[in-house]
């Protein structure tokens, strides 16, 4: 079981749900537990086939995997991905009706697409930053336009983690870490845009006390209010990510850089709470919140390279 944690990177799935919590505030619906969980099923699928993809040069690098240590066969987790992959699309069909199912089926080619030939081209960190903007655009359901700031900022973070992946094995040139903090600052204007954004529409009337579509944003006394706690989080996932990946530039040691790639992985979910919290849901960015230190805790028990 615990070769099986590793191989899916169990505790780096707590940065998954925020996706589609945010895709669903910024489209004013409430986020569907359901399709959350689809979103974790596709995550796992995609770190399974991700070192079944790599077993040849893991056994040379990183023999210490699952894999290539022996504790989980090959055809074990291709079937487990596999498997994963299958279920997510259920779920998301379950959860999310012909809509879900058809942004979930473009959330699963473009993993497989990634893990099976794309993340080795110059393509490989926009193809990883895609998926996490369809999950994202899962989440907002028929109104994923509302979305799309939300899931740029998102996939902006995830562009940044991935070129630091590229250089897990044999450290990071200055170049790349400079590359990290572009993505990182750029993720945090994205969400502040997408955090500023007018919602007056959102709201019956302006002089109103609630909102009439079920509180699902702020009416426009409360926007102040949200858009501050946004900015304190949008800063707080600033000095989670910014001071590890700057580090980098003076020690680019292969060890710093994975410890900047689990760490990068974590610091979405700041910047998801601050999306959500940007859209007047303030209970759900702070359970988000709530996850960030388990997943810190659980990572460090569960320690996977």
Known sequence: MRALLELVRAPA???VPGDTMAGATA??????????LASVLMYWSGMALNDWSDREADAVERPERPIPS???????????????????????ALAGGRRGLTVAGLLAGAVWAYDLGLKRTAAGPAS?????VLDVLL???DQARAAVPAALAIGAHTYGISVLGRAEVAGAERGTAERAL????AAAALAAAA????????????????????????????????????????????????????GLRTRPEPENVRQAVRLGILGLIPLQAAAIAGGGRFATAGALLCSLPLGKWLSSRLATS
């Open 13 to 15: 799935a707590l940065s």
């Open 27 to 36: 489209a004013g619906r409430r986020p569907a537990p359901g399709l959350a």
């Open 70 to 92: 022996g504790r989980v066969r090959p055809g074990a987790a291709l079937g487990l991905a596999a498997a994963l992959t299958g279920a997510g699309l259920a779920t998301a």
């Open 128 to 132: 990883m930053a895609a998926c996490r």
């Open 139 to 141: 989440g907002a359901g």
């Open 182 to 185: 572009v993505a990182s600052a």
């Open 195 to 246: 955090c500023v954004r007018d919602r007056a529409a959102a709201c019956a009337h302006d002089r109103a006390a609630t909102c009439a579509h079920d509180q699902a944003a702020p009416c426009s006394r409360d926007r102040a209010t949200a858009r501050a706690g946004a900015g304190v989080l949008i800063a707080g996932y600033l000095a989670f990510t910014l001071p590890v990946q700057a």
